[in-house]
């Protein structure tokens, strides 16, 4: 593969890491990353900015009515189903976030190698 073919896989490692990709692209470039050092590489150097995106940001409670709009709007969605409506709760301080598919596909291609 020649430089030109790779700068597309480097331009998606970000899309990719914050779960942006739509998915047939996530699998192609989940199948790239599990054979690139390079990508692993670039991977594991962005995990750390990526993994403190939420804490840089003031984490806002939004409004009771947009949650109850929201709400609706999954309920029309599930034909009416019953669907439990209960508040949010933020993780404590320090708690450990979520991460985006990007860790785990990254891990299950590596494990596949």
């Known amino acids: 593969m020649n430089v030109n073919d790779h700068d597309r ?6 899309a990719f890491m914050l779960d942006a990709l739509e ?3 996530e699998r192609v470039f989940v199948q790239h990353l599990g054979g690139c050092e390079h990508c692993q590489a670039r991977e594991r150097w962005l995990r750390a900015s990526v993994d403190v ?3 840089s940001v003031e984490q806002l409670e939004p409004p009771p009515a947009l949650r ?14 019953q ?3 209960r508040p949010r709760t933020p993780p404590p301080p320090g708690a450990p976030r979520r991460r985006g598919r990007g860790g785990a596909a990254y ?3 590596a494990a596949a190698r």
């Not at 896989?9 to 970000?14: C, G, K, N, R, S």
């Open 68 to 81: 109850e709009r929201l709400v609706d709007v999954v309920r029309r969605g599930a034909g009416g189903a």
């Open 107 to 109: 891990q299950a291609a």
């Open 53 to 55: 995106l939420p804490s």
């Open 83 to 85: 669907v439990a409506a």
């Open 23 to 25: 998915p047939e692209e």
């Open 9 to 14: 896989y480097d331009e998606e490692l970000a």
